[in-house]
C-alpha cells in the first residue's frame, strides 16, 4: 500500500475512532423543560391552608387523587411549566405503588418537607433508551387512573420512566438515578407551553384560591413566578456531581452559602439541582441533616418582587429575613420549622 494512502487510512481509522469516543448518549431530557416540580409533603390540606398560603403567601389550587399511592395533591403553578406539588395521604397505596407513596409517608413522619423532584423528559421512550445505554434498567409503566376535583377517573396525561428500584438503591436519595428523582412526559406538553398559560393559570388561582393580598397581574401574594432549584443534601457533593454528570446535568457553579454550606449546582434543563454536603457539624444543614437525613430539603423560588415577598412572609411568621447579595443575586432563605418541613429560598427575578 503506497505511504500517502495508508496515512490516509490512519487518519481516517484516527477520526472515526475518535468521533465514536466522544459521543455521548442521546440526551436524557431531550426537548423536555427539565426540572419540572417538586414533591413535597405535608401533614394534610389544613398545613397548605394555614402555613404555605396563609405564612408564605403562595397560591394553591385544588387539583386532585392518586388513588394508587394513596396521595392527595394540590398545586402551586409556576408558569409556564413547573409548579410545586403539595401531598398528603389519604388512603393506604396499592401493593404495587410506585415508591413516591412510601417517601412522602416517610418524610410526614419526619415533619414534612420536600419528598421528590422530578425531571420533564421528551418523550419517555427516548429517556428510557438513553438511560439503558447508561446500563440501567428501566420500565415504562402504565399511567395509572387520577381522580380530579370532580370525581372522575381518568388516566393523568403523563408517561414516567422508572429505574429500577435495585438500579436506584445503588444511588444516593434525592440522586438523578436514585430514590426521590422522577422523569416525566407529559402528552399534553403543547398545551403546557402556550403562551397564555400564565393567564389561564392567573383566572384560576383568583377563583379558586382568592387572597386580597394578592398584587395585580400575580398568581401568588409573594410574586413567586419561577421553580429555581432543588436543594438536596448528600453524603458527597464531588460523588453527586459526578452522578448528575452522567446524566447530561453539568456543573454550573458554587451556589451562594446557605444554612452555613456551600452548595454546588447543576443544570437541568430551565432548572437547576443544588448539592449541599454538612461539612460543619455546628451548621444549619447539618441540624437538619441529622434531624431528617439526607436527600431533598428545599426548593428556591424565583419572585417579581423579593420586596413584597419579604413582606408577606414577614407578617406570616412574625419572623425578619435579611436578603443577602452575592453579585446581582439577591435572595433570603425562611428555615424549615417556619415552613411545615420545608427550607424555601426566595429570589429576585
Known amino acids: 500500500m503506497p505511504t500517502r494512502v495508508m496515512k490516509s487510512c490512519v487518519l ?25 416540580h417538586v414533591i413535597v409533603a405535608v401533614q394534610g390540606p389544613e398545613v397548605v391552608k394555614d402555613v404555605l398560603e396563609s405564612k408564605l403567601g403562595f397560591s394553591a389550587i385544588t387539583h386532585g387523587k392518586s388513588p394508587s399511592v394513596g396521595l392527595e395533591n394540590t398545586i402551586i403553578f409556576l408558569p409556564p411549566a413547573p409548579y410545586i406539588e403539595l401531598v398528603w395521604p389519604y388512603q393506604d397505596p396499592a401493593p404495587d405503588a410506585r415508591l413516591v407513596g412510601t417517601l ?12 421528590a423532584y422530578n425531571v420533564d423528559v421528551s418523550d419517555a421512550s427516548q429517556t428510557a433508551d438513553a438511560m439503558r445505554q447508561l446500563g440501567l434498567r428501566v420500565n415504562l409503566p402504565l399511567t395509572p387512573m387520577h381522580i380530579m376535583p370532580d370525581g372522575s377517573q381518568a388516566r393523568g396525561p403523563w408517561q414516567f420512566a422508572d429505574i429500577d428500584p435495585q438500579d436506584q438503591a445503588a444511588v444516593p436519595y434525592g440522586v438523578p438515578g436514585g430514590p426521590g428523582v422522577g422523569f416525566i412526559a407529559y402528552t399534553n406538553a403543547a398545551d403546557r407551553m402556550k403562551p397564555d398559560r400564565f393567564q389561564r393559570v392567573l383566572e ?30 448528600v453524603p458527597s457533593v464531588v460523588e453527586a456531581l459526578k452522578q448528575a454528570a452522567r446524566f447530561g446535568f453539568p456543573a454550573t457553579r458554587s451556589h451562594i452559602a446557605a444554612l452555613g454550606e456551600t452548595g454546588e449546582e447543576v443544570q437541568c434543563g430551565e432548572g437547576t439541582i443544588v448539592f449541599f454536603e454538612a461539612k460543619h457539624p455546628d451548621s444549619q444543614l447539618a441540624a437538619i441533616v441529622r434531624k431528617k437525613g439526607l436527600g431533598p430539603f428545599g426548593i428556591s423560588v424565583g419572585v417579581a418582587n423579593l420586596k413584597a415577598a419579604q413582606r408577606i412572609v414577614k407578617e406570616g411568621t412574625q419572623a425578619t429575613f435579611e436578603i443577602r447579595v452575592e453579585k446581582s443575586r439577591r435572595s433570603f432563605v425562611v428555615p424549615a420549622e417556619l415552613a411545615a418541613g420545608t427550607v424555601f429560598e426566595f429570589v429576585q427575578e
Not at 481516517?12 to 419540572?36: F, H, K, N, R
Not at 416517610?106 to 414534612?112: S, V, Y
Not at 383568583?206 to 443534601?233: F, H, M, Y
Open 104 to 115: 412522602v409517608r416517610k418524610k410526614i413522619a419526619l415533619g414534612g418537607g420536600p419528598a
Open 204 to 233: 384560576r388561582a383568583t377563583q379558586e384560591a382568592p387572597d386580597p393580598r394578592r398584587p395585580a397581574g400575580e398568581i401568588s401574594a409573594n410574586t413567586a413566578r419561577k421553580l429555581r432549584a432543588a436543594w438536596v443534601a
Open 12 to 36: 481516517l481509522l484516527t477520526v472515526v475512532c475518535g468521533t465514536a469516543a466522544v459521543q455521548s448518549p442521546p440526551s436524557i431530557i431531550g426537548s423536555g423543560w427539565g426540572l419540572d
